[in-house]
């Protein structure tokens, strides 16, 4: 089993930055595709950013492209989700998930592991 825990949700202003993290424990051996997810309320999870454990291209959402940036420290089995430019429709719950395969999807049922999730609130 792996244990996902993500912190570093809050409340930020439009056009503000936060930092996401995901620390995983557990058999982290055994991940190798992180990714992170979100859901705002009376909407379905939605992808949003993915990396393969050697860090190679990384997949987002066009929605978040060039303002969200995904990156992994293997070492310190954690995956990280810098959010710039945030947007009031980027307001959600966001979930970490991890997958055993190397290869890369958006579809949550791809993912094996998922974390409880942390709140984001951008206010216009």
């Known amino acids: 089993q792996v244990q996902l825990v993500e912190s570093g949700g809050g409340l930020v202003q439009a056009g503000g930055s936060l930092r996401l993290s995901c620390v995983a424990s557990?058999?982290?051996?055994?991940?190798?595709?992180m990714g992170w997810f979100r859901q705002a309320p009376g909407k379905e999870r939605e992808f949003v950013a993915a990396?393969?454990?050697?860090?190679?291209?990384?997949a987002y959402a066009d929605s978040v492209k060039g303002r969200f940036t995904i990156s992994r420290d293997n070492a310190k089995n954690t995956v990280y989700l810098q959010m710039n430019s945030l947007k009031a429709q980027d307001t959600a719950v966001y979930y970490c998930?991890?997958?055993?395969?190397?290869?890369?999807?958006?579809?949550?049922?791809?993912?094996?592991?998922w974390g409880q999730g942390t709140q984001v609130t951008v206010s216009s």
């Open positions: 998930a991890a997958r055993m395969s190397v290869v890369l999807t958006t579809a949550p049922r791809g993912y094996d592991y």
């Open positions: 557990g058999r982290t051996f055994s991940m190798n595709a």
């Open positions: 990396l393969s454990r050697d860090g190679g291209r990384p």
